[in-house]
């Protein structure tokens, strides 16, 4: 069995009835235990927020449900601290959006979880200097997974966000245990060139097909290929230092 570091899982779909995650609060709970087993002591709850993805649920509702989790996890699963954002599909119009408080920020700081789809790379590059310029620190969420990303000439506009203060969020899961070569490999690359702040799981759920918390076997490649304060610095560290920020007003 693969040594067990400690983490921050700073991406996760545990909120039962916001999207396509867990679908019960037994689910969630079952999905922390799993997640607290592969190393984790604090999850960020990012459920999906925006049209492309289909999902757009109201913002009471999520925090009533993630209120309950939290009242779950205490009993349930008390090694585990959660803290709420979202994932937002980052289109032009989003910074308007997140100040309608209609999703949240990472624990009501100015850092933002942002996903893309299928855009060209040139869109990603604009749309987070668009959500950087407007007074947000965004996140860029699993770039190794968009295929317009995943061509190698593309490789050095993950290197230029990085430098213009975009953050990049991986999946542990994708440095080592994902089938698609491409994906792994341009984790990997990321890792290597020192380009990773944050790490995730991207749960959904407890079967394969849903996205399982598979962490473990990731953040220990990242350990043995890359030196232990960095290592430290992605899988906790920056995350840690996420959660001291102050809110913001914007």
């Given at each position: 069995?693969?040594?067990?570091?400690?983490?921050?899982?700073?991406?996760?779909?545990?909120?039962?009835?916001?999207?396509?995650?867990?679908?019960?609060?037994?689910?969630?709970?079952?999905?922390?235990?799993?997640?607290?087993?592969?190393?984790?002591?604090?999850?960020?709850?990012?459920?999906?927020?925006?049209?492309?993805?289909?999902?757009?649920?109201?913002?009471?509702?999520?925090?009533?449900?993630?209120?309950?989790?939290?009242?779950?996890?205490?009993?349930?699963?008390?090694?585990?601290t959660l803290y709420l954002g979202t994932e937002w599909y980052c289109t032009w119009e989003l910074a308007r959006s997140v100040r309608r408080n209609e999703a949240f920020r990472m624990n009501g700081t100015s850092y933002v979880l942002?996903?893309?789809?299928?855009?060209?790379?040139?869109?990603?590059?604009?749309?987070?200097?668009?959500?950087?310029?407007?007074?947000?620190?965004?996140?860029?969420?699993?770039?190794?997974?968009?295929?317009?990303?995943?061509?190698?000439?593309?490789?050095?506009?993950?290197?230029?966000?990085?430098?213009?203060?975009?953050?990049?969020?991986?999946?542990?899961?994708?440095?080592?245990?994902?089938?698609?070569?491409?994906?792994?490999?341009?984790?990997?690359?990321?890792?290597?060139?020192?380009?990773?702040?944050?790490?995730?799981?991207?749960?959904?759920?407890?079967?394969?097909?849903?996205?399982?918390?598979?962490?473990?076997?990731?953040?220990?490649?990242?350990?043995?290929?890359?030196?232990?304060?960095?290592?430290?610095?992605?899988?906790?560290?920056?995350?840690?230092?996420?959660l001291k920020a102050h809110g913001t007003k914007s």
């Amino acid at each position: 069995m693969a040594e067990v570091k400690r983490f921050i899982d700073i991406h996760s779909h545990i909120i039962w009835g916001a999207d396509d995650g867990a679908g019960s609060s037994s689910e969630a709970i079952a999905m922390l235990k799993k997640d607290r087993d592969e190393g984790a002591y604090a999850v960020f709850a990012t459920p999906h927020y925006g049209k492309k993805s289909c999902f757009t649920p109201r913002a009471d509702g999520v925090m009533r449900n993630f209120a309950h989790l939290q009242e779950l996890a205490a009993l349930e699963v008390p090694e585990v601290t959660l803290y709420l954002g979202t994932e937002w599909y980052c289109t032009w119009e989003l910074a308007r959006s997140v100040r309608r408080n209609e999703a949240f920020r990472m624990n009501g700081t100015s850092y933002v979880l942002a996903e893309f789809y299928d855009e060209p790379a040139e869109r990603i590059t604009e749309d987070v200097l668009t959500l950087k310029e407007a007074g947000f620190l965004p996140i860029l969420a699993h770039p190794e997974r968009y295929v317009s990303l995943q061509d190698e000439k593309n490789y050095e506009v993950l290197r230029n966000l990085a430098d213009a203060g975009i953050l990049l969020q991986v999946n542990a899961y994708d440095l080592e245990l994902n089938l698609s070569l491409k994906t792994k490999e341009l984790a990997r690359w990321l890792a290597r060139e020192r380009l990773v702040s944050f790490i995730g799981s991207d749960m959904h759920g407890l079967e394969p097909y849903k996205r399982e918390p598979r962490m473990r076997e990731g953040i220990l490649w990242l350990y043995e290929n890359t030196e232990k304060a960095y290592a430290d610095a992605v899988a906790f560290g920056n995350a840690e230092k996420l959660l001291k920020a102050h809110g913001t007003k914007s």
